[in-house]
């Protein structure tokens, strides 16, 4: 997950980047710009989806947006199946893997230059918003994955 904002206190509150792209945009550009203008503070999540399996649907990616959101306004999403299928739609695409040899050897080396570059996803912020996100399941009455 990738998160950046537009205002100094949004990025600090919700442990984003500052927006500051340069270059060719696409509509979220054009969006961000205009909010700007009309002195809006703008968020902006995406999540990363590996190219070798970027074909949309990905529950995995819709599943980590939706929990960034439940984050970021301290709500809880109903997600429904999402959760079920967010680990069908991985578990397919390990075994899709793991059946082509050049493939699965693509995928191990990709995954040893994520681990090697990136700090661990168990961070103490990490941890404590995956509890504030089981526990406001549990009040609401809702399931926790």
Known sequence: MTGAASDAGLVNTLHLEPARYEGPTGILGVLQD?????????????????????????????LALLRRVE??????????????????????????????????????????????????????DAIAREFERYLRRRDAGGRSD
């Open 34 to 62: 205009a909010y700007a203008k009309a002195d809006l503070s703008t968020v902006s999540l995406w999540a990363a989806v590996p190219h070798y399996v970027a074909q949309p649907p990905s529950p995995k990616a819709t």
């Open 71 to 124: 984050d970021v306004l301290d709500v809880t999403v109903p997600l429904g199946e999402l959760p079920e299928e967010a680990r069908a739609w991985e578990n397919g695409v390990n075994e899709l893997a793991e059946e082509d040899s050049e493939v699965a050897e693509y995928v191990r080396t990709l995954e040893e230059q994520k681990d090697a570059t990136e700090l661990p996803e168990a961070s103490g």
